[in-house]
């Protein structure tokens, strides 16, 4: 863990001075703080301090002596994490104040729990505001601040779809620190979105019918690598169409008397458990690709976020190979096979088949309304199986 402070030229200057950075390094990984501004002509580049000709001079040269001192303690340098070690220099008793602190910590969350679509989203909207606003507390976050980025947006030609998607992504990392104790909730997304009307149409959504899952199930003559993909997407099917990524981080333990309990990622805090039988072709799909050792996990591809983004990418990469050499299409117009349409193709087929709302429900895991579910009771086994199998199998 390190910390270093210096005159930071790479963004620009800003009214004609740059920023001054507190710059936390850990393990290649990297985090800047702005504690100040400075011009070139009133800055020290050898020993990265203000010069006395600076208009904040002496704050600005003892917040840095301080700084320096804090890095050199062992309490600073046992930590890990650059958000920890950023912490550590907030002085706040454990409490962030600094919005982008907490921003980075939820996306740090999220990312520990294979929801990295929403750190993704996170990271996006608050890259957004922070070069809008480089500091930002959270008793900065008023309706004037968020009206005047809005206008900015609007300003650089986004849709208002675009934007009123960042601000929801900057309110919910707000409530989430509202719900903390960590701020007042001075309610500055109240009204917001009015002037943001959006278009909203339903969603095209690319399914394979029975034909196109019958070509995948009876592939021949793939490469090793295509044949993979191909089992892959097929597993996702047997599962009643679960997400790729809890396929990916599938853990053994989760398999339990013939059954594979999920818990969908994307839904967070909103999931629920539930179970899916194994089929018999599912079974055999997982013996063939299934680590050996003694890891947790089912399958021995990397665990982490990287990890999993490359091989998405190029599991839909060999998906879209697979479609073009067996002549698949894609109803009802066309498009790319990937792994999300093998859970549309799922949702489609059952609801084809007559396969009733609420079991289909339950064999995908979809977020459930509490008003709506309160008083249903779950469907048995035996009648949740059978229609699992009369999607699978055609």
């Given at each position: 863990m390190k910390a270093t402070v210096k005159l930071y030229k790479n963004d620009g200057?800003?009214?004609?001075?740059?920023?001054v950075k507190l710059i936390i390094t850990h393990q290649k990984k990297i985090k800047r703080k702005t504690i100040g501004y400075s011009s070139a002509e009133d800055w020290n580049t050898l020993h990265e301090l203000p010069k006395t000709s600076h208009d904040d001079y002496e704050d600005l040269?003892?917040?840095?002596m301080e700084y320096r001192k804090k890095a050199l303690s062992l309490k600073f340098k046992e930590l890990e994490g650059v958000i920890s070690g950023m912490s550590f220099f907030e002085g706040s008793k454990g409490k962030i104040t600094n919005f982008y602190l907490f921003a980075d910590q939820e996306i740090e969350r999220m990312k520990k729990l294979?929801?990295?679509?929403n750190a993704d989203a996170y990271q996006y909207a608050t890259d957004q505001l922070e070069k809008f606003a480089p500091e930002l507390s959270f008793t900065d976050i008023t309706r004037t601040l968020l009206e005047n980025f809005k206008q900015h947006?609007?300003?650089d030609g986004l849709k208002n779809t675009s934007i009123r998607t960042y601000l929801y992504e900057i309110r919910a990392i707000y409530n989430k620190a509202v719900r903390m104790g960590i701020?007042?909730?001075s309610r500055p997304f109240t009204g917001l979105f009015l002037d943001l009307p959006v278009r909203i149409r339903r969603n095209k959504n690319e399914y394979l019918d029975r034909k196109g899952i019958k070509k995948i199930m009876e592939a021949?003559?793939?490469?090793?690598?295509?044949?993979?993909?191909?089992?892959?997407?097929l597993l996702q099917f047997y599962f009643c169409g679960a997400d790729l990524v809890d396929v990916y981080y599938l853990k053994k333990k989760q398999i339990v008397k013939g059954r594979a309990f999920f818990k969908r990622a994307k839904l967070g805090v909103k999931g629920y458990e539930f179970d899916v039988k194994v089929l018999p072709e599912a079974e055999e799909i997982i013996n063939k690709y299934k680590t050996d050792d003694d890891s947790e996990y089912i399958f021995p591809w990397r665990k982490d976020e990287t990890g999993y983004k490359t091989f998405r990418s190029n599991h839909n990469r060999k998906l879209e190979r697979?479609?073009?050499k067996?002549?698949?299409e894609l109803m009802p117009k066309g498009g790319k096979l990937t792994s999300k349409v093998v859970r549309h193709s799922f949702a489609t087929l059952g609801k084809f088949a007559g396969v009733d709302p609420d079991i289909m429900r339950e064999l995908m895991g979809h977020e459930r309304n509490d008003i709506d579910t309160a008083y249903k009771d779950k469907f048995p086994e035996k009648v949740r199986d059978k229609a699992q199998i009369k999607i699978a199998r055609m």
């Open positions: 200057k800003s009214k004609g001075q740059y920023p040269y003892g917040l840095i294979n929801r990295n679509g947006k609007k300003e701020c007042e909730d021949e003559e793939l490469s090793k690598e295509q044949q993979m993909a191909v089992d892959l997407n697979v479609k073009k067996l002549e698949i």
